[in-house]
């Protein structure tokens, strides 16, 4: 199977001199086409900076990564990459449609094709009733979906998702996760970072644990949810790990 | 292109939803109040007063709006997170210094043209042939210098906080505009090395003072040769073109 993500040996610092923090310390990381990736770990872990390294937001200090085969500096190679981040606060004036036109715009889609894709997609997470209101007017939970509707504008064969599940509700969690099958039967890819692990645990086909800058575990889900014979829950064998970890 | 439209459109959109949009309004008062005092003196010493006031407020006001506008762009980007989701795209970090740019100058040039149309109607009901060639001139000079105003502040935006950015280009402002002049002297007269430190500062400086015709309107002088606006207009581009370079170079280096 083709590889859509390759990291090695990835080292990160913020700062320098005196303030220097490295944030990561040599990952090494391949995520397979097709499938459900969940990318886990404690607050600080390093979550983020990995996927800021993923979309060239920042840039590789020591190591490699490459993102279909192609450096993420470039803008090029992004092209097929949808991304939900951590915190967005859309532009507060503009409604969830003209956020969703603008961003349609910048990766040039067909204009024909794009205003069927944006009732679609605001259909799909289900703000198409506030579709024309300005986004100063949202709650958290509706900023997140039309967060998660952006990521989507594109198609994209890599969807990467940064704690995509705060501050939804029940049902739209259910619908992110209709979504996010839904892209690997069609053979894409869903890189996610989270600390809910029992939503993890319902997609992921494999995780990596991530502490202090360093990848602890990855591999199957199911091979470490039954690592000790008998059944074991994922929030049970996470903290294993990390407080393993943190003895050692 | 299409993602520099989009954030221009975006831009616009924004502009005209927010409340302080009315500043705008406001100044555009202020502007009027002081245009209309002018009918109950109408002595030609007077007038010519009013001419020279009421563009050195027209350029103030533009410059005002200009600066503020441009200077908070990249900025909110940042703190509300947005240039995530944004340079997640296919698109370059200049793309985005570009589109704030053209975003920033384009607003500009509206709210220019809007008070440049008042002070014309006001000040210039009867103007002559020469005189109409002369504001055709200064409207475009007055385009060109919000051009480099945004420009510069767009820039310094990269990493300078808002505040910082607009106390120094509006010190530069003034500073130019009063001491320029002086400044060339200095570089003309002075020997050696400090000559040399001036001259650099007084061509890196951006030369507001290029674009103020208000003595020349005042007294109804006659137009700029053709040389002039073209030389002028070489200067705007380039410098335009250098500072968004350097805007785009600094931006795609910073840790985000
Ligand atoms: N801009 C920054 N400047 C300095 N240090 C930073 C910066 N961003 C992150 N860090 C540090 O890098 C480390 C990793 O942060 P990161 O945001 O990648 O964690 P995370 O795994 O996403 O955490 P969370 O689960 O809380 O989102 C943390 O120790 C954090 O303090
Ligand atoms: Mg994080």
Redesign the interface.
């Known amino acids: 199977m083709e590889s859509v993500i390759e990291i090695r040996d990835l080292f990160h610092a913020y700062g320098a001199g005196k303030k220097k923090w490295e944030a990561l310390r040599g990952i090494t990381l391949t995520v397979k086409k097709g499938g459900i990736f969940g990318f886990l770990g404690p607050n600080g872990a390093g979550k983020t900076t990995t996927i800021k390294l993923l979309l060239g937001i920042l840039t590789p200090q020591i190591g490699t990564l490459s993102v279909f085969g192609g450096i993420p500096a470039i803008p090029r190679t992004r092209m097929k990459i949808g991304y939900m981040p951590e915190i967005a606060d859309y532009y507060r004036y503009l409604t969830p449609g003209e956020l969703l036109y603008m961003y349609g715009d910048i990766f040039g889609i067909d204009r024909k094709i794009l205003t069927g894709r944006i009732n679609e997609l605001l259909e799909m997470v289900g703000i198409s009733e506030s579709a024309g209101r300005q986004m100063r007017t949202f709650s958290r939970g509706m900023k997140q979906k039309v967060s998660f509707a952006q990521a989507l504008i594109n198609d994209p064969d890599l969807l990467i998702l940064d704690e995509p599940t705060g501050g939804l509700d029940p049902i739209a969690r259910k619908k992110m996760r209709e979504v996010m099958i839904s892209l690997r039967d069609k053979n894409k890819t869903v890189f996610f970072s989270s600390h809910e692990l029992s939503e993890v645990e319902l997609v992921s086909d494999r995780v990596a644990i991530l502490n202090k800058g360093r990848v602890l575990k990855e591999g199957l889900l199911s091979g470490f949810l039954s690592a000790k014979g008998e059944k074991q829950t994922l929030e049970g064998y996470f903290l294993e790990i990390i407080e393993g970890s943190e003895k050692g | 292109m299409?993602?520099i439209?989009?954030?221009v459109?975006?831009m616009f959109?924004?502009l005209l939803?927010?409340k302080d949009f009315y500043v705008l309004f406001i100044l555009m008062l202020v502007l009027l109040g002081f245009l209309s005092a002018q009918t109950f003196f109408d002595i030609e010493g007077i007038s010519r007063y009013m001419r020279d006031f009421g563009y050195t407020l027209v350029m103030l006001l533009s410059f005002i709006v200009c600066v503020t506008f441009s200077a908070r762009q990249i900025p909110s980007e940042i703190e509300?997170?947005?240039v995530?989701?944004?340079?997640?795209?296919?698109?370059?970090r200049s793309m985005l210094v570009s589109g704030k740019f053209c975003g920033a100058v384009m607003i500009s040039a509206i709210t220019f043209t809007l008070y440049f149309g008042v002070f014309v109607l006001f000040c210039f009901t009867e103007a002559g042939r020469a005189e109409a060639i002369l504001l055709i001139q200064s409207f475009l000079f007055g385009i060109m210098f919000l051009s480099v105003a945004s420009a510069l502040t767009v820039f310094f935006s990269v990493f300078l906080t808002t505040s910082a950015n607009v106390a120094i280009t509006f010190l530069i402002y003034f500073f130019m505009i009063s001491f320029s002049d002086l400044l060339r002297d200095a570089v003309l007269a002075g020997k050696g090395i400090e000559t040399l430190g001036l001259g650099v500062v007084y061509y890196l400086l951006p030369h507001f003072d290029f674009f103020d015709l208000r003595v020349r309107l005042t007294h109804a002088w006659d137009p700029l040769p053709l040389w002039v606006v073209a030389a002028v207009t070489a200067y705007t581009v380039v410098y335009c073109a250098g500072l968004l370079f350097f805007a785009g170079r600094l931006f795609g280096r910073k840790?985000?």
């Open positions: 299409r993602a439209a989009a954030i459109r975006g959109l924004e939803r927010k509300s997170g947005t995530y989701p944004f340079l997640a795209k296919p698109v370059s840790k985000l």
